[in-house]
């Protein structure tokens, strides 16, 4: 009886996704079957897939799984549970050292005393923003995040993200320019959550664009009644590698040791894990030397009236 040697698809084996791959052998296995009546162990071909092979793949395959799984929601659930120990001590630090700079206590003579708890008190809040990002992570993670929807007008939450990005904006000789016209329709959101979103955009977009550069933000409408809120730079850009690292937790685009700018790396993991708790998306449309648009979409169900 003539033996028909099955194929296997010729593709590179590091772009096989292990799912397709066990797929794939079994695939194998029921054709060896086939051209040899039953009689896989009789089968000498260079490549030939044997009952034990697939099974210790199938078993290496669903191990290596489970062990992920269970080592990925460990580490969220520990994070989250962190929130109050991580934040009571920082804000402790940041009320002590704010009430210094304020006066209440007494006036401070030394002046570089006083400078001293200024940077305490900047430091300190540097940190509490770092640890509240990772912690929205790891909540987000562990499918636990809080959310407090209500009806939002979509200029003030814009207005208050401005505000916060506007010194470092003008310290980087960065202009911003809103492009929010009225009128707009509300949405039904957690208004601290898209500000959030906002502002990482809104800073991502000032880091990575040089002085004399433009931040533009801007909304729309979509045809399929949503809406559509945009930052867009004319900044470094990335190529598609640098934008697949930029998406990962604690990614950061670059040489580590040459990078010119600061950050976590989890301004947009981060955001797109708060727009997905809005049932919404995140693109990234970016381009090497040309600049970055970063577009959040909300679906109709969100948008009032």
Do not use: W
């Given at each position: 009886m003539a033996r028909s040697k099955p194929a296997l698809p010729a593709d590179d084996p590091g772009d096989v996704d292990l799912v397709e791959?066990?797929?794939?052998?079994a695939e194998a296995e029921r054709a060896i079957?086939?051209?040899?009546?039953?009689?896989?162990?009789?089968?000498?071909?260079?490549?030939?897939?044997?009952?034990?092979?697939?099974?210790?793949?199938?078993?290496?395959?669903?191990?290596?799984?489970?062990?992920?799984?269970?080592?990925?929601?460990?580490?969220?659930?520990?994070?989250?549970?962190?929130?109050?120990?991580?934040?009571?001590?920082?804000?402790?630090?940041?009320?002590?050292?704010?009430?210094?700079?304020?006066?209440?206590?007494?006036?401070?003579?030394?002046?570089?005393h006083r400078g001293y708890i200024a940077d305490i008190f900047e430091s300190g809040r540097h940190l509490l923003g770092l640890v509240n990002d990772i912690l929205d992570i790891a909540t987000i993670e562990a499918g636990k995040l809080g959310m407090h929807a209500e009806e939002c007008a979509l200029p003030e939450i814009v207005a208050a993200?401005?505000?916060?990005?506007?010194?470092?904006?003008?310290?980087?000789?960065?202009?911003?320019?809103?492009?929010?016209a009225?009128?707009?329709?509300?949405?039904?959101?957690?208004?601290?959550?898209?500000k959030q979103v906002l502002v990482n955009l809104l800073s991502n977009a000032v880091k990575f664009t040089p002085r004399g550069g433009t931040v533009s933000v801007s909304a729309a409408r979509t045809p399929d009644g949503g809406?559509?809120?945009?930052?867009?730079?004319?900044?470094?850009?990335?190529?598609?590698?640098?934008l697949a690292l930029a998406l990962a937790p604690f990614g950061q685009s670059g040489d580590p040791y040459v990078r010119t700018v600061e950050g976590s790396g989890l301004g947009l993991p981060l955001s797109q894990g708060l727009m997905a708790a809005h049932e919404g998306t995140l693109e990234i449309v970016s381009t090497k030397g040309?600049?970055?648009?970063?577009?959040?979409?909300?679906?109709k169900d969100r948008v009032v009236g």
């Amino acid at each position: 009886m003539a033996r028909s040697k099955p194929a296997l698809p010729a593709d590179d084996p590091g772009d096989v996704d292990l799912v397709e791959l066990v797929a794939r052998l079994a695939e194998a296995e029921r054709a060896i079957r086939v051209a040899t009546g039953g009689e896989i162990d009789a089968v000498l071909l260079p490549g030939a897939v044997t009952p034990f092979l697939l099974r210790d793949a199938q078993e290496a395959l669903l191990r290596a799984k489970n062990e992920a799984e269970l080592a990925n929601r460990a580490k969220s659930e520990f994070l989250a549970a962190m929130s109050h120990e991580l934040r009571t001590p920082l804000n402790a630090i940041l009320g002590f050292s704010e009430a210094m700079l304020s006066g209440v206590l007494g006036d401070i003579a030394n002046a570089r005393h006083r400078g001293y708890i200024a940077d305490i008190f900047e430091s300190g809040r540097h940190l509490l923003g770092l640890v509240n990002d990772i912690l929205d992570i790891a909540t987000i993670e562990a499918g636990k995040l809080g959310m407090h929807a209500e009806e939002c007008a979509l200029p003030e939450i814009v207005a208050a993200a401005l505000l916060l990005v506007e010194r470092r904006a003008q310290g980087s000789g960065v202009r911003i320019d809103s492009r929010i016209a009225e009128p707009l329709p509300r949405l039904f959101v957690d208004r601290r959550r898209v500000k959030q979103v906002l502002v990482n955009l809104l800073s991502n977009a000032v880091k990575f664009t040089p002085r004399g550069g433009t931040v533009s933000v801007s909304a729309a409408r979509t045809p399929d009644g949503g809406l559509t809120l945009a930052v867009a730079d004319d900044g470094i850009g990335m190529d598609a590698e640098e934008l697949a690292l930029a998406l990962a937790p604690f990614g950061q685009s670059g040489d580590p040791y040459v990078r010119t700018v600061e950050g976590s790396g989890l301004g947009l993991p981060l955001s797109q894990g708060l727009m997905a708790a809005h049932e919404g998306t995140l693109e990234i449309v970016s381009t090497k030397g040309v600049g970055t648009t970063v577009t959040a979409y909300f679906p109709k169900d969100r948008v009032v009236g």
